[in-house]
């Protein structure tokens, strides 16, 4: 857990400011964060995200076969 991101709940400005202090206080966190959040990015850039649909489609061609 936390290594790619903190979540917070949405329109808690006090939780996203907490949650900020504590990446910048920790710098441990923060290389964590720093490092694991363009992974995840990655998995869902719009490449990624092409090829498993279109996996996904080819999967169940095959199985109309």
Not at 35 to 41: I, Q
């Amino acid at each position: 857990h936390e290594g790619n991101g903190l979540i917070v709940p949405i329109d808690d400005e006090m939780a996203l400011r907490d949650a900020t202090a504590r990446i910048l206080g920790d710098d441990a966190l923060y290389a964590r964060l720093h490092l694991g959040g363009p992974t995840l990015a990655a998995q869902w850039s719009f490449e990624a995200l092409s090829q498993r649909i279109r996996s996904w489609y080819e999967t169940i061609a095959a199985q109309k076969k």
